[in-house]
């Protein structure tokens, strides 16, 4: 068996690279041998220069996934799950779909380069419904950059203002997580392993930002609304982020179909790498 790992050709630093080899090795101890090769050599071809039984995909380009899939190469994760999962927006409406707990949210009216917002009546809107302060998120965004808090209607108004054209939404304030969450690793339908991530100087928990971490036992309602999510996108693994709601109400955050599991690793010294590799052999065989 050969499969072919596609990562994106112009993240080259070590942190990714950390990922990539823990696969290639997960997979070579399996006598699976998997091959690296950068999205961008083969965007635009016709024509590839592989024939591998399946793919593991950790990039985000859609198009470069939606074309494979339709030469008949198998993914992990799928075209459609990644798009869900890139795209935050798209997460909320499939997990609301789904009955899936997530914060109450509000998708940002559509405008266009060169005319931006010249009424921000809807931002006032937002916050009288999900109250202050509020949560603005950018569609797409890794490691908590592109997430902001606004404490006052006027910053609310100035982060929509900046952020225009880009897709975004307005997110209640959890208030009970504030600093903190959960990272629950799930492979196929299973929780594998589990993160609290805490941070005393931010409200996102976010590991890159300076967040903490220590190894942590998810309840029954943390690991099953884990499973949820990750059956609601459609997803072979995935890393949820989970909230704490009021009385330890587990709410879902965000939902990861490449997850950094580099830390994850350190923290509780659970390879990810081999638990996927062992899923995606035994749905091949």
């Known amino acids: 068996m050969k499969g072919v790992l596609i990562v994106n050709g112009f993240l080259n630093s070590d942190k990714y690279y950390d990922i990539y080899n823990l696969l290639v090795k997960a997979f070579k101890t399996r006598n699976v041998q998997l091959d690296i090769v950068k999205s961008s050599e083969i965007s635009g071809k016709e024509d590839f220069s592989f024939t591998p039984d399946f793919v593991m995909f950790w990039d985000k380009d859609y ?20 798009i869900l999962c890139d795209n935050k927006i798209l997460t909320y409406r499939e997990l609301e779909k789904h009955g899936v707990l997530y914060p109450k949210t509000i998708v940002a009216p559509k405008t266009f ?11 006032e809107k937002a916050v009288e419904r999900l109250g ?16 902001y808090l606004a404490e006052t209607i006027e910053k609310a108004k100035e982060i929509a203002k900046k ?6 939404m307005f997110q209640q304030f959890i208030s009970t997580s504030r600093g903190k969450d959960l990272r629950i690793n799930v492979v ?15 409200f996102r928990s976010n590991i890159t930002l300076g967040g903490n971490k220590q190894p942590y036992s998810p309840n029954d309602a943390q690991k099953q609304i884990a ?34 599991f ?13 638990l996927i590799a062992e899923y995606v052999i035994e749905k091949l065989c």
């Open 132 to 147: 202050l302060p509020i949560v603005i998120k950018e569609a797409y965004g890794s490691f908590g950059a592109q997430v």
């Open 163 to 168: 952020l225009a054209p880009k897709e975004f």
């Open 63 to 82: 198009y470069l996934a939606d074309k494979l899939e339709r030469e008949g190469l198998k993914l992990f994760n799928s075209a459609s799950a990644m």
């Open 227 to 260: 499973i949820n999510a990750v059956k609601a996108l459609g997803l072979d693994f995935a890393g949820v982020d989970v909230m704490f709601g009021e009385n330890d109400t587990p709410i879902v955050c965000e939902v990861n179909s490449n997850p950094h």
């Open 188 to 202: 196929g339908d299973k929780v594998k392993a589990t993160v609290y991530r805490y941070n005393d100087n931010d």
């Open 262 to 274: 580099k830390s994850t690793l350190e923290c509780t010294g659970i390879d990810l790498a081999e």
């Open 113 to 123: 380069e060169n005319v931006g917002y010249t009424d921000l009546t809807f931002v």
